[in-house]
């Protein structure tokens, strides 16, 4: 059901973006990378374990480039790209870009401030860290310090904000929502008054990927597990927005040798680092489906013929480039 119709009016008016009444029908899995980088071992392993969950369940499978923030490069995305499909990964349809859908994002949000349901957020990087630490608070969660402020309070706070205007934030009236995750089981996180527009004009994550998931047509979304306690807050602005609830399938990260989440400064972690040492996309891919319980492959597509979701073993790897000594 779709709640409102301005939203609704707002994505179908650009040209291009939305499923084919097919593809919806079908459903579809997508990786969504931001191109602020290469992609390292961790992300290219979820990157398979999204287009095999999405094959074995006879989905399409759908690329978003991720490319709103500052830090994004087309030379970056390029690498990517390259590195999905030497990894032997497929998609379908064109990859969507969202720096291309600035107007769509332009109309939900318009949507949501006609409803009411957006505030200014004045907040400074270090006023939300102080209140992040604040006890009896989910870690992380906003306590809505600019949510009821009075005209004066607000111009006092507006006129302290130095190189940038104020975020727009939710308003949200639900303390927590409930999930079932198909990797990870049962999830119960905060829900809080989340950013959708930062303070330097930037629309946020949540908020996008919510957006584009929707018009996409996804219906399986399998991502790092750091993302896990995110997925309740956009849970709750698909409800806000109407759209459906797809699945969610969180995978356990890739740690260094030192158990700390693996980081493009851990040396050889990329594939064209490995290359270099002499590890070939064969290589990996063994050492990958050895890591989730399956036999060792040598092809993305020998993957998909041992994998099986009841069976992989969904705990984090330990990865370093010493494996391959
Ligand atoms: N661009 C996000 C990332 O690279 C994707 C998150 C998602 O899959 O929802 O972490």
């Known amino acids: 059901m779709y709640g409102n119709p301005d939203q609704v009016t707002a994505g179908k008016s650009q040209p291009g973006h939305s499923a084919s009444p097919g593809e919806a029908k079908r459903g579809a899995g997508r990786y969504a990378p931001s191109p602020s980088g290469e992609l390292h071992v961790g992300n290219l392993r979820t990157a398979l374990l999204a287009w095999a969950l999405a094959r074995h369940d006879g989905l399409e499978f759908r690329l978003r480039i991720e490319d709103l923030d500052e830090r994004s490069r087309a030379a970056y995305e390029a690498v990517q790209l390259r590195d999905l499909e030497l990894l032997g990964i497929d998609w379908d349809g064109e990859i969507i870009r969202q720096s291309r859908r600035l ?130 807050r956009q849970i709750y602005l698909q409800r806000i927005l109407g759209y459906g609830q797809p699945e969610y399938a969180h995978v356990p990260l890739v740690l260094n040798s030192r158990g700390v989440r693996l980081a493009k400064r851990d040396g050889a972690v990329t594939l064209g680092r490995l290359r270099d040492l002499g590890v070939g996309v064969p290589d990996l891919l063994e050492k990958m489906s050895v890591s989730l319980g399956f036999p060792p492959v040598g092809s993305a597509e020998e993957f998909l013929s041992v994998f099986s979701p009841e069976q992989a073993v969904l705990r984090p790897w330990m990865f370093s480039a010493d494996m391959f000594l």
Do not use: W
Not at 106 to 130: P, S, V
Not at 157 to 181: M, N, Q, V, W
């Open 103 to 232: 107007d769509i994002y332009t109309g939900i949000l318009d949507g949501l401030r006609r409803r009411g349901l957006l505030y200014e957020c004045y907040c400074t990087r270090r006023d939300l860290a102080q209140v992040a630490s604040a006890p009896h608070r989910p870690p992380g969660s906003y306590p809505g310090t600019c949510r009821n402020l009075t005209a004066e309070e607000r111009a006092v706070r507006l006129a302290k904000l130095e190189h940038r205007g104020p975020a727009l934030r939710l308003k949200t009236d639900t303390p927590a929502i409930s999930l079932h995750d198909r990797f990870c089981g049962d999830y119960t996180g905060a829900v809080d008054d989340l950013v959708l527009c930062r303070g330097d004009g930037v629309f946020s994550y949540n908020f996008t990927a919510i957006v584009d998931d929707a018009l996409m047509g996804i219906t399986q979304i399998v991502r790092g597990d750091d993302l896990l306690p995110s997925t309740p």
